[in-house]
């Protein structure tokens, strides 16, 4: 018992501490730095959790392999027309997308958007030559279809590019 009390008094005074040492307001991010770390991320993870909104309301998620991120870390992704996702997307457009990048021990979560693409030009420009395997006609495949994720929040952290959770400064920049 004594050895679980010491150790609360112990996490007391170093919350405390902390709670002193921080400021009230937290300090500006630099957007450049924080689209640079997150894409840098996004990059090495490669594949993301990609979560919508179900008919009961609780999140479902699932393994996507989204295109890379633009300047505005919009990212494309291909899928079926049929799909779970585009059910869940017609209905409510939120989504969340988190990619963790495990041999640097980072994260980039997306908050933002979907809007379901079915045009087949803007298709073509973003096909990716890795989803071949599962579209064999590329974007002519039956049922191909893709979703256009326009994020309006970031959350990042990775040690690498110093963005680290509180105490040491998560980054979350509002996009919008």
Known sequence: ????????????????????????????????????????????????TFVTISSDKHPDARIVTPAAPDQNLEIWISTLKTSRKIAQLRKDPRATMLY??????????????????????????HWQAEWAPFYPDGTKSPGFIMMRFVPDRVEVVSRQHKLMPDPWGLAILKLK
């Not at 170093?14 to 630099?30: E, I, M």
């Not at 997306?110 to 045009?119: A, H, P, Q």
């Open 1 to 48: 018992m004594k050895r679980h009390t010491g150790f609360f008094a112990l996490v007391v005074i170093v919350a405390s501490q902390l709670a002193f040492a921080q400021p009230d307001t937290p300090p500006a991010l630099d957007r450049a730095k924080v689209v640079a770390a997150a894409t840098d991320v996004i990059r090495q993870a490669h594949h993301a």
């Open 100 to 125: 963790f990048d495990q041999a640097n021990m980072a994260y980039v979560t997306l908050i933002g958007k979907i809007t379901i693409v079915s045009d087949p030009a803007e298709m073509q420009k």
